[in-house]
């Protein structure tokens, strides 16, 4: 199965279970057999289109394409609007982890009291858990957050908490901008302009 395909299926089978729908009622719910459910979620058969699209709207789910560049617009705007019977998963696989390293980051501020950098990091991690980030963004975020962990109860936490907050800062740019994560300047000059 598809690296793709297992992501939306797991998403998929998580808001099952987290609205409390059996996959003998969702087979009712969909017209399909609860054995192709199963196979589906199992991973031991790929499902169609036309299947996987019945699954999802029987979950009250919709499939939709959206540009590349404007899936993190649209995912914020599908967590604001949610309600809390609704089950929203962003597609993001690390959401203990980022849990975990939001935990700790409230942790180190009632430690050490708040700080522009903490503040930072807590908010670009909020952004980046509901983005859907490639393994080497995600490998970033794990090697940041591993060494937020290391260096939390050191003296010399503070410069290394504002070069975590910047590194992560960097990628949340990247991501939002698609582009490079370097700051642009506001303006530049041609060489050939006479009016500078």
């Known amino acids: 199965m598809a690296y793709q395909s297992e992501r939306l299926i797991a998403q998929t089978r998580e808001v099952r279970e987290a609205s409390g729908v059996s996959q003998r009622a969702l087979s009712k719910r969909a017209g399909l057999t609860q054995s192709h459910i199963s196979q589906i979620e199992s991973g031991k058969m790929e499902p169609g289109l036309s299947s996987f ?27 604001a609007q949610a309600t809390p019977n609704m089950h929203i998963h962003a597609g993001q696989p690390n959401d203990k982890r980022f849990a975990r390293a939001e935990r700790l980051v409230k942790k180190m501020k009632e430690l050490y009291g708040s700080s522009a950098d903490l503040d930072r990091v807590e908010d670009t991690l909020r952004f980046l858990r509901r983005v859907n980030l490639n393994d080497q ?60």
């Open 53 to 79: 699209i019945d699954i999802t709207r029987a979950l009250d789910l919709e499939l939709m394409l959206v540009p590349k560049k404007l899936v993190p617009a649209v995912l914020g705007l599908v967590k």
């Open 137 to 196: 963004e995600m490998q970033l975020v794990r090697e940041l957050i591993a060494r937020l962990e290391r260096y939390q109860a050191s003296d010399q936490a503070a410069p290394i908490v504002r070069d975590i907050a910047q590194n992560l800062q960097r990628l949340r740019n990247s991501i939002a901008h698609g582009g490079s994560a370097e700051p642009r300047a506001a303006y530049s000059l041609d060489e050939g302009d006479d009016d500078a």
